[in-house]
């Protein structure tokens, strides 16, 4: 058996900006789920608020944290 620990930026619920050219799109929202893939890259899904919007394979370096007031 083999584990894996993976040290992330952001956390689930974590409010976030993203513009990703790689999925071409941007906006806010909120970190739903992290995963890891077998090469070790990161990617992110996002939730947008207010709408049923997921976007999916977010890299690291095209997120920044939002503050609380914003």
Not at 24 to 42: F, H, W
Request: glycine share 8%; with cysteine; charged share 25%.
């Amino acid at each position: 058996m083999h584990t894996l620990v993976a040290h992330t930026k952001f956390t689930f619920g974590d409010r976030v900006r993203f513009d990703s050219e790689v999925q071409k799109c941007n906006g806010t929202g909120e970190i739903l789920a992290i995963t890891v893939e077998v090469d070790g890259s990161i990617n992110y899904l996002i939730s947008v608020p207010d709408t049923e919007y997921l976007y999916a394979g977010i890299l690291e370096e095209e997120i920044a944290l939002l503050e609380k007031d914003e």
